[in-house]
């Protein structure tokens, strides 16, 4: 935005102001409200206690996922119920709105303890998403659900878009369970290590199917892990059932709801019904 940052709270936290966040955001929120919702309680713990930002961090919670429930349901009149509840998991998991954070920047608006910062906490996912989440809780207690609305739409809709199009990889770990189902080829098991110091974890994960490694992947999470080993699985086994014949790869399809055996060439979510069922958040 060509804003030049600068201490606002007596050094503590050198980097942007709130009035510079309303000013990105372009809502007209209470500077008090906004101040609070950028409270972290580590912040609170070595300042007097002042209220930190976790009640609004419950509000925008509710708030972010009614406007997403309503977009996804109007905006997708023939997914089913299961589709949609994958489709809304992906949009609002942490790892999703700590990324609409960091386009924003906002870990440079956050007031955190020193702890939290010698350890980076301004870009930890947990601490963006649920700032993020106190924004938008802020926002509709100053500016009303209209408002808040809108902020969501200009934040989210094109995480919404993203992930109309990811099809099987809205949940990897769901889709690659779907697949190892309908091939009768046993629930996958998964195999986590973790290395590195408390606050820079590492994972690595590895999956079996029937026995054989086929999949493995590495993450700042033990999910991120596991998510990249499943995707890594579910891509080996449909590329060998591309050798099956056709009759067959029908019957398997046909078997295995709306999971197709290759990965989806439209852009568009597949419109019939699957088994229901939602990824974690």
Request: charged share 20%; hydrophobic share 40%; aromatic share 4%.
């Amino acid at each position: 935005m060509g804003v030049v940052s600068r201490p606002w709270d007596g050094g503590v936290n050198a980097g942007k102001g709130p009035a510079e966040l309303r000013h990105v955001l372009g809502v007209a929120t209470m500077p008090a409200s906004l101040d609070r919702a950028l409270t972290h309680r580590s912040y609170a713990y070595e300042n007097a206690n002042p209220p930190t930002n976790e009640r609004l961090e419950f509000l925008g919670d509710s708030v972010l996922g009614l406007v997403v429930t309503d977009t996804l349901f109007r905006g997708y009149p023939n997914l089913p119920e299961g589709q949609l509840a994958k489709l809304r998991a992906a949009v609002v998991q942490m790892g999703a709105l700590a990324e609409v954070a960091r386009e924003l920047d906002l870990g440079s608006y956050v007031k955190l303890g020193r702890g939290e910062q010698v350890t980076g906490g301004r870009n930890k996912s947990s601490i963006l998403a649920d700032t993020l989440e106190a924004v938008i809780g802020a926002v509709y207690i100053d500016c009303g659900l209209p408002e808040a609305s809108a902020l969501v739409h200009r934040l989210f809709d094109p995480v919404i878009a993203r992930a109309a199009r990811l099809g099987a990889g809205l949940d990897w770990k769901t889709s690659l369970q779907e697949l190892t189902a309908g091939h009768m080829l046993g629930v996958p098991e998964y195999v986590v290590e973790e290395s590195g110091p408390d606050h820079q974890k590492s994972f690595h994960a590895i999956v079996k199917v029937g026995g054989r490694v086929l999949g493995s992947g590495q993450g700042r999470s033990k999910k991120m892990a596991e998510q990249q080993a499943a995707e890594a699985a579910w891509n080996a086994i449909t590329a060998e059932a591309a050798d099956v014949p056709a009759a067959a790869e029908t019957d398997l399809a046909a078997g295995n709801g709306d999971l197709r055996l290759e990965p989806p060439e439209s852009p568009e979510l597949p419109g019939s019904p699957e088994p229901p069922g939602s990824p974690e958040r």
